[in-house]
T-cell receptor, first 114, second 113 residues
Framework: AQSVAQPEDQVNVAEGNPLTVKCTYSVSGNPYLFWYVQYPNRGLQFLLKYITGDNLVKGSYGFEAEFNKSQTSFHLKKPSALVSDSALYFCAVRAPSGNTPLVFGKGTRLSVIA | EPEVTQTPSHQVTQMGQEVILRCVPISNHLYFYWYRQILGQKVEFLVSFYNNEISEKSEIFDDQFSVERPDGSNFTLKIRSTKLEDSAMYFC???????????FGQGTRLTVV
C-alpha cells in the first residue's frame, strides 16, 4: 500500500527566503506524485505533479519540486517565499496502476513571516 | 476555468439523520472521488467511482455510506445514519483520466450534533 510522510507539522520562513517542505513516499512501482495547497476554509488546489520525465517539475505560483527516486522524496521548494504562500501544503502519491486513489500526507503548515 | 462545485457548503444535522452531499464534477471528467478531512487531520480517501460503479473504497466507507451518479452531472455521497464522528469536511474530486491531477471542490463542512 502506498503512503506519504511529511515529517514537519510546521515550517516557518522569512519572506524572501527560500522555502522547502519535505515529503517522502512509499509506493509499488513508479509513483505519481502531487502537491496540493489548502488555504483557510478552501478546497485543495493543485500545485504541481510528477508523472515521468525531468526530476525537477515546475508548478503554479513559482513552486517547484524535485523527484528523487533513490531517496523516495518529492520535496516542495520555492526560491523566494511570499507572505501569501502561508497555507497548508499536502503531498500526495498515487500508484501507477488502475484507478487507485490519491494518498495524502498529513500536511505541513507553512508560515511566511514578513 | 472549469471547476468542481459542491453543495451545500455547510450542513448541520442531528445524529442518526441521513444527509446527502452533492457534487458537480468537471463535465468531461470520467473518474470521481470523495475524500474527507476531519478537523486538523489528514485528507482521507473514501471512495472512487468510474463508469457508474464504485472502483475502490476505503475501510471508512462502510455500509452507512453510498454514492450515486443519478444523472449526467451530479455525483452524490449519502450518509444513512450520521454519527458524531462523521463530522468533517467532505471533498469531491474528479479527474479526466487516471494519470492526471485531481480537481477538488471547495468542500462541504458536515457537522453532526
Amino acid at each position: 500500500a502506498q503512503s506519504v510522510a511529511q515529517p514537519e507539522d510546521q515550517v516557518n520562513v522569512a519572506e524572501g527566503n527560500p522555502l522547502t517542505v519535505k515529503c517522502t513516499y512509499s509506493v509499488s512501482g513508479n509513483p505519481y506524485l502531487f502537491w496540493y495547497v489548502q488555504y483557510p476554509n478552501r478546497g485543495l488546489q493543485f500545485l504541481l505533479k510528477y508523472i515521468t520525465g525531468d526530476n525537477l517539475v515546475k508548478g503554479s505560483y513559482g513552486f517547484e519540486a524535485e523527484f528523487n527516486k533513490s531517496q523516495t522524496s518529492f520535496h516542495l521548494k520555492k526560491p523566494s517565499a511570499l507572505v501569501s504562500d502561508s497555507a497548508l501544503y499536502f503531498c500526495a502519491v498515487r500508484a501507477p496502476s488502475g484507478n487507485t486513489p490519491l494518498v495524502f500526507g498529513k500536511g505541513t503548515r507553512l508560515s511566511v513571516i514578513a | 476555468e472549469p471547476e468542481v462545485t459542491q453543495t451545500p457548503s455547510h450542513q448541520v444535522t442531528q445524529m442518526g439523520q441521513e444527509v446527502i452531499l452533492r457534487c458537480v464534477p468537471i463535465s468531461n471528467h470520467l473518474y470521481f472521488y470523495w475524500y474527507r478531512q476531519i478537523l486538523g487531520q489528514k485528507v482521507e480517501f473514501l471512495v472512487s467511482f468510474y463508469n457508474n460503479e464504485i472502483s475502490e473504497k476505503s475501510e471508512i466507507f462502510d455500509d452507512q455510506f453510498s454514492v450515486e451518479r443519478p444523472d449526467g452531472s451530479n455525483f452524490t455521497l449519502k450518509i444513512r445514519s450520521t454519527k458524531l464522528e462523521d463530522s468533517a469536511m467532505y471533498f469531491c474530486a474528479s479527474t479526466k483520466i487516471k494519470d492526471t491531477e485531481a480537481f477538488f471542490g471547495q468542500g462541504t463542512r458536515l457537522t453532526v450534533v
